[in-house]
């Protein structure tokens, strides 16, 4: 890379003006009280590589929240302020930045989240996972843009290298061999060696990790461009069956988000995708295993359901009525799931009547007009309306007169 050591002229170019000077004008008010401001992680590693991210994070040696304040002063912005973690959110028009006292780390044990203490910007670099993420910029006015690299970062990002920064890294957080992993795919870099390894001995370490951050670490997988790319290798590294035993990120995984893809991707439908070889008792305890909140619970549950019934879709000269039977209630994305991942053509084709179509079929009639034509309220009604959704749905009636011809044959035949 030829700007080894100045990144001014990439943070003029790749951030939009508004965050390049609001960063510029955060250096010189930090500065202007004693104190070092710097952009860090993520931000600084895209910035070398080129890739577009709005999502910055700045780290000052000195007091977050107070410098938060003063850099909105008389701005239209909200500040969410986290005193214990000495951080704030500063959001404006429809820009956000973190910035985060400068801190050190300590893990008291594998899977807790580490002690905080006060720290200068070097130990907020080193309690970082990768040498790629342990970068920083200084936004000090005499020195700003100077790259502060002390990890080699830039060089492994020159390699193409995902390296932990020393031997207990994935000890004290397992999550990083999911975080390892991502960056890998994602950058289409690879895992250094002495890191694999390491990976591979601490694999068990994701024992120690709560369901919650598990779940959080796949939700961040299943948000990649490419999410198969990383559950492949997860899978590939025994990481994935850290998960659910059962779990695979194999080619039939990869063909089938991809066709999703060309859909209409969603967290939901890849998790849907993911679990979806899985029977009803496996859902279950995949479910319970990441305490996956209602609505990804209900969509994997739907989905057993959905495809307990495709056996039915798949009868030939099926009503119209009878397809709307077998999958009303269940979960939009748990069908879409059913149809990327069913091989059938006519329960495709069937799945997808059902939801381009059949699903927003209603009679014309109300209750009001049936209680008009004399028929009371109560079971009768229901019976009726229900009667007449399906005449609709299997085209037997076309329009409110003949709907209304229908009811009044058969009030006639009752009478
Ligand atoms: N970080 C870390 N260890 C973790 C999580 C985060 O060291 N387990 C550090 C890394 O320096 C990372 C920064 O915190 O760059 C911000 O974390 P996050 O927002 O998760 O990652 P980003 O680097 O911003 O990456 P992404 O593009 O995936 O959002």
Redesign the pocket.
């Known amino acids: 890379m030829p700007d080894a050591i100045n990144q001014s002229d990439r943070i003029a170019k790749q951030l939009p003006p508004a965050l390049a000077e609001f960063i510029k004008e955060a250096g010189r008010v930090a500065a202007s009280q004693g104190q070092n401001l710097y952009l ?7 910035l070398l590589l080129g890739r577009a ?1 709005l ?1 910055l ?1 700045l780290v000052v040696e000195g007091d977050a929240i107070e410098l938060a304040q003063r850099l909105l002063q008389g701005k239209p912005g909200k500040i969410t302020r986290h005193p214990h973690f000495k951080t704030a959110r500063l959001q404006w028009d429809n820009m956000s930045i ?1 910035l985060t006292t400068a801190r050190s780390e300590t893990y008291a044990r594998s899977g807790a989240l580490p002690t905080i203490g006060p720290g200068t910007m070097k130990d907020d ?1 080193f ?4 040498t ?3 970068m920083a910029i200084s936004l000090r006015p005499n020195r700003y843009g100077e790259l502060i690299d002390l990890y080699g970062g830039r060089s492994d990002i020159e390699h193409g290298l995902i390296r932990i920064l020393h031997e207990k890294s994935f000890i004290d ?1 397992a ?2 061999i999911w ?1 390892a992993v ?2 890998e795919q ?1 950058l289409d870099f690879l895992i250094e060696r002495n890191t694999l390894r390491l990976l591979k001995r601490d694999v068990d370490m994701l024992d120690t990790i709560s369901a919650d951050r598990l779940r959080y670490e796949l939700e ?1 997988v299943l948000h ?1 461009e490419y999410p198969e790319k990383a559950l492949r290798r997860a899978g590939e590294l025994g990481v994935l069956q850290k998960l659910h035993p059962g779990l695979k990120g194999d080619e039939w995984l990869a063909r089938k988000f991809e066709e999703a893809r060309a859909s209409a991707a969603s967290y939901n439908l890849y998790l849907a995708l993911l679990c979806y070889r899985f029977n009803a008792n496996e859902i279950e305890d995949i479910v319970s295993r990441l305490r996956f909140p209602k609505p990804q619970a209900q969509v994997l549950r739907n989905v057993a359901s959905v495809k307990s019934k495709l056996p039915a879709l798949q009868e030939p000269e099926l009503l119209s009525s009878a397809v709307y039977r077998l999958l009303h209630g269940y979960s939009h994305t748990a069908i879409i799931a059913a149809s990327v991942a069913s091989d059938s053509s006519i329960i495709r084709e069937r799945l997808l009547l059902f939801l381009n179509t059949l699903r927003y079929v209603r009679p014309a009639l109300t209750g009001d007009d049936l209680m008009e034509m004399g028929v009371p309220a109560g079971p009768r009604m229901k019976e009726i309306l229900q009667r007449l959704h399906e005449a609709r749905l299997d085209h037997k009636v076309r329009s409110k007169e003949e709907e209304a011809d229908l009811v009044r044959r058969w009030l006639g035949s009752k009478k």
């Open positions: 860090v992680g993520g931000v600084v590693r895209d991210n999502d994070d973190d670099l309690r970082r996972d990768f790629i993420n342990a957080d999550t990083r975080r991502r960056y994602r961040c990649e």
